[in-house]
T-cell receptor, first 113, second 115 residues
């Protein structure tokens, strides 16, 4: 199976609702889990990351939770806005090289006004 | 935050020619740079890891003679697509990380179209 699995592939929500995207990983030694937002034709931008020594991290409307036992982590966006519409990618370390990451397949989030 | 530039932002070339893409870290020393390829509506596919002063490490299935990578300094890595063919048309993105962190900073990408 894939080293990082991401679900769902598409997600549509009404403005103001919450959105949750989930990822699972296979390497129990993984210790760094970033989330990237990519708008059409642009570079991926880091929006939040979490390290394995904490279970949750929050930054305004965005939060990430990590369950090391189950090997999954999730992105939570509250009070969604149309400008949150983009593709979101999770990632997890790939081997021992710092910065070398496996990326999930991405989730196309659409926020309807 | 750290800034990574990429040049050119887009290029159109004829089949059989070679194309060089540059990736620069503008305000930090990037000990490692990564090259990705992204097809429309798909994820980032890691092609190779580029370390300053040493040979690049290619991912399985990536032809090293086709995609030449050079990391001549702590701020510059280049990807050369040799004898390009239409199937090489894609969005190529580089990223850079420092010695101390897993965090990656992405370049703006290069749209390659091979006619």
């Amino acid at each position: 199976g894939e080293n990082v699995e991401q679900h769902p592939s598409t997600l549509s929500v009404q403005e103001g609702d919450s959105a949750v995207i989930k990822c699972t990983y296979s390497d129990s030694a993984s210790n760094y889990f970033p989330w990237y937002k990519q708008e059409l034709g642009k570079r991926p931008q880091l929006i939040i990351d979490i390290r394995s020594n904490v279970g949750e991290k929050k930054d305004q409307r965005i939060a990430v939770t990590l369950n090391k036992t189950a090997k999954h982590f999730s992105l939570h966006i509250t009070e969604t806005q149309p400008e949150d519409s983009a593709v979101y990618f999770c990632a997890a370390p790939r081997g021992s090289t710092l910065g070398r990451l496996y990326f999930g397949r991405g989730t196309q989030l659409t926020v309807w006004p | 935050g750290a800034v990574v530039s990429q040049h050119p932002s887009w290029v159109i070339c004829k089949s059989g020619t070679s194309v060089k893409i540059e990736c620069r870290s503008l305000d930090f020393q990037a000990t490692t740079m990564f090259w990705y390829r992204q097809f429309p509506k798909q994820s980032l596919m890691l092609m190779a890891t580029s370390n300053e002063g040493s040979k690049a490490t290619y991912e399985q299935g990536v032809e090293k003679d086709k995609f030449l990578i050079n990391h001549a300094s702590l701020t510059l890595s280049t990807l050369t697509v040799t004898s390009a063919h239409p199937e090489d048309s894609s969005f190529y993105i580089c990223s850079a990380s420092s010695r101390l962190s897993n965090e990656q900073f992405f370049g703006p990408g290069t749209r390659l179209t091979v006619l």
